[in-house]
């Protein structure tokens, strides 16, 4: 009797603690507005400039090293260049196992764009350049006490299918283009992506840190390292790789 009466109690306790239908229901909200508040900046990678946060005035060095340049470091440094997107895809694994090319990713120096003229490949020359420009860039930042940023990677490989498109909206982009190699890439000017909590992502028109970013190109173009033009109405920084 008093084992029945026991467990007859235990049972009306449990049924005391469960959740009522309409606090269930509030409770999944609450839950999935807290998931919604910490994953959406995870997928989110606009970059447009019109949510741009405006620091100061943007202004960069006009680098003039014309395309005839580019191309003779292109084609002394690069890949023969693919016909074809569909090329790509069937040759670029090898070119990888050769250690001709290397994927071109995300790292804590810049960003890769969503590409839509070109694939995020690059030979592995090229990339240790990129990281070059970025860790100088990011030295450049602390030592003048601005925080840090990470600049835009907007064009990398192309080919000559994709630059026969290009051309026809871009006057910048000449049918025979140093971008066809995986030894050239274009760099943003017109903003830089501040990572914050959850990796959310900000863009950021910062004047004082895209001087830094232009004093770095132009020191390593002294250097030889590069060649680059800068470019206007794309707002970027046109780069090849130079001669070894």
Not at 23 to 36: A, C, E, G, N, P
Not at 66 to 87: M, Q, T
Not at 213 to 240: D, N, P, Y
Request: glycine fraction near 4%.
């Amino acid at each position: 009797m008093y084992n029945t009466l026991y467990f007859s109690m235990i049972k009306k306790k449990r049924k005391g603690r469960r959740l009522k239908p309409k606090y269930k229901r509030l409770f999944i909200v609450i839950l999935m507005l807290i998931i919604s508040f910490i994953a959406i900046p995870l997928l989110r990678r606009d970059h447009s400039s019109s949510q741009a946060t405006e620091v100061g005035k943007v202004s960069v060095a006009k680098y003039k090293d014309l395309n005839a340049r580019h191309l003779k470091h292109a084609k002394a440094n690069g890949i023969k260049p693919f016909s074809s997107d569909a090329d790509v895809l069937e040759g670029v694994k090898e070119l990888i196992r050769e250690g001709e090319l290397e994927k071109l990713e995300d790292n804590q120096y810049y960003m890769v764009d969503n590409l839509t003229h070109s694939h995020p490949y690059l030979t592995p020359e090229t990339i240790e350049l990129l990281d070059l420009i970025g860790e100088r860039f990011q030295e450049k930042l602390k030592d003048n006490n601005i925080e840090i940023y990470h600049f835009r990677i907007t064009s990398v490989l192309r080919t000559k299918e994709s630059q026969k498109r290009l051309s026809r909206s871009n006057i910048n982009a000449t049918s025979d283009s140093s971008h066809l190699y995986g030894t050239t890439f274009d760099i943003s000017w017109k903003n830089l992506i501040r990572k914050g909590w959850f990796g959310k992502q900000t863009t950021v028109a910062h004047g004082p840190a895209i001087r830094l970013l232009s004093q770095t190109i132009g020191e390593l173009k002294k250097e030889g390292k590069l060649v680059v033009v800068t470019e206007f109405k794309e707002a970027c920084f046109h780069i090849t790789i130079a001669e070894n």
